[in-house]
């Protein structure tokens, strides 16, 4: 397959600090700028979104909306590390791309924001199957925004041992797994 370098936004869809995602995405953006991508990594911490509610779209699209969505206008492609709540994806992830598909504001549609470009998914849990069901949500969530979702993915399970002290994958195969999706990435 054909290689490009890409422009990644990369974040993870949890706020808590020791957040297995936030550690995967971490090795994630590691191994995808030694690939020789451009990559900005987020914290949603940094852009708190009220809940979508059109009442506080007519009344004036927040400024962290904006700002986000100025952010996802600049990459070309996307890299989304995911907990699963329940069986799902967590609210956080959901009401981002709720309020990132919302009119731009020169009132084009926000799912400019999404179309042709290309989404990675992967994810961690404490569980077996890694948050495997969240994945599954949210490639289907992301496809219906007219992204490309990457046919790679990776679910991390047992994330509560997958970690070094230093915040490191410990098994190699893991980083080959991720190294994988970006590779279905670059190669879109």
Do not use: C
């Not at 969530?141 to 041992?161: D, M």
């Amino acid at each position: 397959m054909a290689q490009s370098k890409k422009k990644i936004l990369a974040f993870a869809g949890s706020l808590r600090s020791g957040s297995f995602n936030k550690k995967l995405i971490q090795n994630a953006v590691k191994i995808a700028k030694q690939q020789g991508h451009e990559v900005t990594l987020i914290d949603l911490n940094d852009f708190p979104l009220p809940i979508y509610n059109g009442d506080i779209e007519d009344a004036g699209v927040p400024a962290k909306v904006r700002e986000l969505q100025a952010i996802f206008d600049q990459h070309d492609s996307f890299l989304i590390a995911t907990p699963e709540y329940n069986g799902a994806v967590p609210a956080l992830v959901k009401n981002t791309l709720d309020w990132m598909s919302r009119a731009l504001e020169n009132g084009d549609s926000g799912i400019t924001l999404f179309k042709g470009k290309v989404v990675g998914i992967i994810s961690a849990s404490p569980g077996a199957l890694g948050g495997l069901r969240a994945l599954l949500a949210l490639r289907d969530q992301l496809a219906k925004l007219s992204l490309w979702v990457a046919p790679t993915q990776f679910a991390l399970g047992q994330a509560h041992e997958a970690f070094d002290n230093n915040d490191q994958l410990k098994n190699d195969e893991h980083g080959k797994r991720i190294q994988a999706v970006i590779e279905d990435i670059a190669a879109f």
